[in-house]
């Protein structure tokens, strides 16, 4: 009997313990959520305001796609140097937040197709009396750390010339050291400094020359076609209802956004 009694917590448990299982596979909330790799230090399209809340044009755009897809966006900041292996490790679901579209980048994931313009630009002080991208040489440079400034540095023939290049974590740090004069320039994305330039106006000025034109789009990881075209689906119809021109007026005052 109390054999018998044994048997049957064990198959009672082991019941239980799928039913639990099963629920919290199905349970829904995990299975509308949709985790989105940013950083948060990449104003204006994502970053943190002055009550710690990410904001930005990516987040409200990323926030709004979702919402089409019947999901709730989640944004977690991440190590920019390692956003693939976040994406491909499934921590995230997405890297959106100025995500350059590069053929390197194309062999990690896939991408939506290109939602902004965007340029490497230089940027240096108002004081300076650097002008053009001869005038690197000798100079240090500063970037953010496996970056598209980095390859957009790296393509061009005045790397060469150039004294120095430090590598930061993000843009802020690399400005921060830029008006203390740690470096004498910082490679950079246009939107980023352009947003920089309006707050802090007399600060900085651009080189006359830009490094790179460029486009971002969002990283889908790979093998996941099925997310990737309920993405664009939902992108496409932001532009179709004007969603996406709103949310960039917001941000930009006009709209930029790529149909």
Same mark, same amino acid.
């Given at each position: 009997? !109390?054999?018998?009694? *044994?048997?049957?917590?064990?198959?009672?448990?082991?019941?239980?313990?799928? =039913?639990?299982?099963?629920?919290?596979?199905?349970?829904?909330?995990?299975?509308? !959520?949709?985790?989105?790799?940013?950083?948060?230090? @990449?104003?204006?399209?994502? #970053?943190?305001?002055?009550?710690?809340?990410?904001?930005? #044009?990516?987040?409200?755009?990323?926030?709004?796609? *979702?919402?089409? $897809?019947?999901?709730?966006?989640? @944004?977690?900041?991440?190590? /920019?140097?390692?956003?693939?292996?976040?994406?491909?490790?499934?921590?995230?679901?997405?890297? /959106?937040?100025?995500?350059?579209?590069?053929?390197?980048?194309?062999? !990690?994931?896939? #991408?939506?197709?290109?939602?902004?313009?965007?340029?490497?630009? &230089?940027?240096?002080?108002?004081?300076?009396?650097?002008?053009?991208?001869?005038?690197?040489?000798?100079?240090?440079?500063?970037?953010?750390?496996?970056?598209?400034?980095?390859?957009?540095?790296?393509?061009?023939?005045?790397?060469?010339?150039?004294?120095?290049? =430090?590598?930061?974590?993000?843009?802020?740090?690399?400005?921060?050291?830029?008006?203390?004069?740690? &470096?004498?320039? &910082?490679?950079?994305?246009?939107?980023?400094?352009?947003?920089?330039?309006?707050?802090?106006?007399?600060?900085?000025?651009?080189?006359?020359?830009?490094?790179?034109?460029?486009?971002?789009?969002?990283?889908?990881?790979?093998?996941?076609?099925?997310?990737?075209?309920?993405?664009?689906?939902?992108?496409?119809? $932001?532009?179709?209802?004007?969603? *996406?021109?709103?949310?960039?007026?917001? /941000? #930009?005052?006009?709209?930029?956004?790529?149909?």
């Amino acid at each position: 009997m !109390k054999r018998l009694a *044994a048997m049957a917590l064990v198959v009672t448990a082991a019941i239980s313990l799928f =039913t639990g299982c099963s629920g919290s596979k199905s349970g829904g909330a995990e299975s509308t !959520k949709l985790v989105i790799g940013i950083d948060d230090k @990449f104003a204006p399209l994502g #970053f943190r305001d002055d009550k710690n809340e990410i904001v930005g #044009f990516d987040i409200d755009y990323a926030r709004s796609a *979702a919402e089409k $897809m019947g999901k709730t966006a989640e @944004f977690q900041p991440i190590d /920019w140097q390692t956003k693939e292996s976040e994406l491909n490790s499934g921590r995230i679901d997405l890297i /959106w937040n100025g995500y350059t579209i590069t053929d390197e980048r194309k062999g !990690k994931v896939l #991408f939506t197709k290109p939602y902004l313009k965007n340029a490497q630009v &230089v940027v240096t002080l108002a004081k300076s009396n650097l002008t053009k991208l001869d005038d690197l040489t000798g100079k240090v440079v500063g970037l953010q750390s496996l970056s598209s400034a980095a390859d957009a540095l790296n393509d061009n023939p005045v790397k060469s010339k150039i004294k120095t290049v =430090t590598e930061y974590a993000d843009n802020v740090l690399a400005l921060s050291d830029l008006k203390i004069g740690r &470096v004498d320039a &910082v490679v950079i994305d246009e939107v980023v400094i352009d947003y920089y330039m309006s707050k802090e106006k007399g600060t900085f000025k651009l080189l006359d020359e830009s490094l790179a034109p460029e486009e971002y789009g969002v990283g889908v990881k790979k093998g996941n076609e099925a997310l990737l075209q309920k993405l664009q689906k939902a992108l496409d119809d $932001m532009n179709q209802d004007g969603t *996406a021109a709103k949310i960039s007026e917001k /941000w #930009f005052g006009e709209n930029k956004v790529l149909k």
